[in-house]
């Protein structure tokens, strides 16, 4: 199974670089292959809706960090979201990245699994409502199934999550898939 991961923090030691890990370690025993995109460290421009990419060339006016992502894309087999939960949401870069599925809308509907897994500081769900909806509304449009999801709360600190046991709920996300 080919899988991408994409992730939202800037923060290369950061609580959701834990999980990442983890999934991929669990992803890549169970033989999947794995390719992680890095939003917070990509040139990804925000989607302006200027539907060049389903004209006469149907191809995105950005030429930017998408173009390395969109092939890992189109040949998922799963979809993995990891973000930060900063302020009620999905965090900037990972919904960057999620606009510009756009351009390519027709082909990554149905027959993927997606996975959404966040990590916060906020000790209650309240904090990740928001960013559940999103992820499950999106999933529910492209017709992708939900493979599972991993929502760290209390997690402000690398050291917070991993004495919890969310990093291995990752893992096991990971290699169940």
């Not at 899988?3 to 370690?25: D, M």
């Not at 990419?53 to 092939?71: A, I, R, S, Y």
Request: net charge negative; charged share 25%; aromatic share 8%.
């Amino acid at each position: 199974m080919k899988v991408v991961i994409i992730t939202g923090s800037p923060h290369k030691n950061g609580t959701t670089v834990c999980l990442t890990e983890q999934f991929i370690k669990g992803a890549e025993e169970a033989g999947h292959e794995v390719f992680r995109f890095d939003a917070a460290n990509k040139d990804v421009h925000p989607c302006i809706a200027c539907e060049k990419c389903h004209g006469d060339t149907p191809t995105c006016v950005f030429k930017d960090d998408m173009q390395e992502l969109n092939p890992h894309l189109i040949e998922a087999d799963a979809i993995v979201l990891v973000s930060p939960i900063y302020y009620y949401g999905i965090n900037a870069q990972i919904k960057a990245v999620i606009d510009r599925f756009y351009a390519n809308d027709s082909v990554l509907h149905g027959s993927k699994k997606a996975v959404f897994m966040v990590a916060m500081a906020d000790d209650t769900m309240e904090s990740a409502e928001g960013a559940i909806a999103s992820f499950k509304g999106m999933a529910k449009y492209l017709e992708w199934d939900i493979a599972g999801t991993v929502i760290g709360v209390n997690c402000m600190t690398p050291e917070m999550i991993k004495a919890t046991d969310y990093p291995k709920q990752a893992y096991e996300l990971g290699k169940a898939l």
